[in-house]
Nanobody
Framework: QVQLLESGGGLVQPGGSLRLSCAAD????????MGWFRQAPGKEREFVAS????????SYARTVQGRCTISRDNAKNTIYLQVASLGTEDTAVYYC?????????????????WGQGTRVTVSS
């Protein structure tokens, strides 16, 4: 069982940036593609970014394309999400997830393991 723990959320001013981390306590972390999803108040959870097992391929939602970077450190069993130029529309609970395959995945159904989420609030 892969357990995931997100951190790095909090209150951020509009225009600012954030870096979220997700640590896994499973030695097979390096076997999976990983992803970030988010759920804004009153909305369904949506895909944000995904990174392949190797870390060489990534995919981003159009809403964050160009201002978001997903990365992973397999030696530390950790993935990261950096988002710049934050707006109020980025306010959400951000979830880390582990897929069941090696390639980038954008659908929730391709992810078998989920963290508890970390809340990000963008407000002045």
């Amino acid at each position: 069982q892969v357990q995931l723990l997100e951190s790095g959320g909090g209150l951020v001013q509009p225009g600012g940036s954030l870096r979220l981390s997700c640590a896994a306590d499973e030695h097979t972390f390096g076997s999976y593609a990983m992803g970030w999803f988010r759920q804004a108040p009153g909305k369904e959870r949506e895909f944000v970014a995904s990174i392949s097992r190797s870390g060489l391929t990534a995919s981003y939602a159009r809403t964050v394309q160009g201002r978001c970077t997903i990365s992973r450190d397999n030696a530390k069993n950790t993935i990261y999400l950096q988002v710049a130029s934050l707006g109020t529309e980025d306010t959400a609970v951000y979830y880390c997830a582990a897929a069941t395959q090696q390639d980038v995945k954008v659908e929730e159904s391709d992810y078998a393991h989920w963290g508890q989420g970390t809340r990000v609030t963008v407000s002045s």
